[in-house]
């Protein structure tokens, strides 16, 4: 295996699995104190941090590869839990009403998660790369920093225009 790659599975399956979760989560709208917000909010900043630690160790071409399979993962889930949910429920199982009303929101939620991240996520890696260039590689805390918070609010603005 080529060192350089050493950890790029591990940060690729706990993308995708940060994705996935994330999208799960913002199904269930909750109170913290004076905030509310949707559940996946908790655990999707991270999903942000694996994306410049991507770009910024592994390069733009290479964090976008492992941005689309976390695409296409989300829309399997999306598309499986629609299936499940159109399935007629085993005749001694009482909770077809409940699996629609939280995962059956899971299709909007992915729809408005995919579009917000893919818009979010990709500023944010041209941001990242951008920035890397100008600075000739230095000062990693502004690069990460400053295009993780473009990223948030694009990812944010979109996010909940579409799914609420």
């Given at each position: 295996m080529n060192k350089s790659f050493k950890h790029l599975d591990t940060i690729t399956a706990?993308?995708?699995t940060v994705l996935l979760i994330s999208n799960v989560a913002s199904t269930k709208i909750v109170a913290f104190g004076p905030l509310t917000?949707?559940?996946g909010t908790i655990l999707f900043p991270l999903?942000?941090?694996f994306g410049d630690i991507l770009t910024e160790v592994y390069g733009y071409a290479r964090s976008r590869k492992v941005i689309w399979l976390g695409v296409v993962a989300a829309l399997m889930l999306s598309a499986t839990l629609m299936i499940v949910e159109a399935l007629p429920p085993a005749a001694d199982w009482p909770n077809q009403e409940a699996y629609s009303k939280i995962l059956g929101?899971?299709?909007r939620i992915v729809t408005a998660s995919l579009i917000a991240y893919f818009a979010g996520e990709f500023s944010n890696s041209l941001v990242l790369a951008k920035l890397k260039l100008r600075t000739n590689g230095r000062y990693l805390w502004l690069r990460t920093i400053?295009?993780?918070l473009l990223g948030q609010i694009v990812d944010t603005v979109l996010f909940i225009l579409i799914a609420f």
């Open positions: 706990l993308f995708v917000f949707d559940g999903s942000y941090i929101l899971t299709p400053g295009s993780t």
